[in-house]
């Protein structure tokens, strides 16, 4: 049975790293220009938050759905602060003059390894359909865990594993890519990534504006108020 349920995480957990969102281009981008550790260390500030939103699905789920779903000021303020942060990324990249060398240690020595984990963190923990996810896996996973408190360790505990092993993989093959780096290079990849997280955070707004967009939300509480009834 522990078997099963870990066989069962492994495909999800590979499918959360390929997940396409802020934090995976953010990922990337971190390998790329600052190297191995600093990429592990945004990876995994992304990771606690969610294992953080594993926790508030597990103990109060049906509450923070009603909540998420009556509450379009919840993906508003998600969609502001992701759109402001890039757009401030934006303008400090196209204000940068000074050449980035990524083989340069006194640059690479310039990496803060802790707001790295908190910038990881923060990109993610915003992201309220990063909870909705969390919501709709638990809803429906947990009556084949029969919710038993250690086979839902067990399930979530191994797709948060094989995600952060996934990304390791990921941040390895992204790596290689430094020898081929300019400065110039370095600075459009920051301009992209800034450009990215603006439209994420577009997106999100768009989310709060037209509440009926968020389906992943409207069918975890559906599938939660099924399970109730039974």
Same mark, same amino acid.
């Given at each position: @049975?522990?078997?099963?349920?870990? =066989? ?9 790293? /390929? @997940? ?6 953010? +990922? ?20 606690? #938050? ?12 049906? !509450? ?9 000021? =919840? ?6 602060? @992701? ?8 303008? !400090?990249?196209?204000?940068?003059? %000074? ?19 908190? !910038?990881?963190?923060? =990109? ?6 990063? +909870?909705?996810?969390? +919501?709709?896996?638990?809803? #429906?996973?947990?009556? $084949? *865990? $029969? *919710? ?7 399930? /979530?505990?191994?797709?948060? =594993? ?7 993989? %990921?941040? +390895?093959?992204? !790596? $290689?890519? &430094? ?16 450009i990215i997280l603006i439209i ?13 967009? &968020? ?5 975890a509480l559906e599938k939660l ?6």
């Amino acid at each position: @049975m522990v078997s099963e349920d870990i =066989l069962t995480a492994i495909p999800l957990g590979f499918f959360l790293s /390929f @997940m396409i969102g802020p934090v995976f281009f953010v +990922l990337l981008e971190t390998s790329v220009v600052k190297g191995f550790r600093a990429a592990v260390c945004f990876d995994l500030g992304a990771i606690i #938050a969610d294992i953080i939103f594993i926790l508030i699905a597990y103990f109060s789920s049906y !509450k923070l759905i009603e909540a998420i779903k009556d509450d379009p000021a =919840l993906f508003i303020f998600g969609g502001l602060v @992701m759109l402001t942060y890039g757009i401030i990324s934006l303008v !400090k990249n196209k204000k940068a003059k %000074k050449n980035i060398d990524p083989e340069d240690p006194a640059e690479l020595a310039k990496t803060n390894y802790v707001s790295l984990f908190i !910038k990881g963190f923060f =990109l993610n923990f915003i992201n309220i359909g990063v +909870l909705g996810f969390w +919501l709709a896996v638990l809803i #429906a996973m947990g009556p $084949q *865990l $029969q *919710l038993q408190p250690t086979r839902m360790f067990t399930f /979530f505990g191994s797709v948060i =594993l094989s995600y952060f092993i996934v990304d390791v993989g %990921k941040i +390895l093959l992204a !790596k $290689q890519l &430094r020898n081929y780096l300019t400065p110039k290079n370095i600075l459009l990849i920051k301009k992209v990534i800034s450009i990215i997280l603006i439209i994420s955070g577009v997106f999100l707004l768009s989310q709060g504006w037209f509440p009926k967009e &968020r389906k992943i939300v409207d069918k975890a509480l559906e599938k939660l108020e099924q399970h109730e009834s039974h």
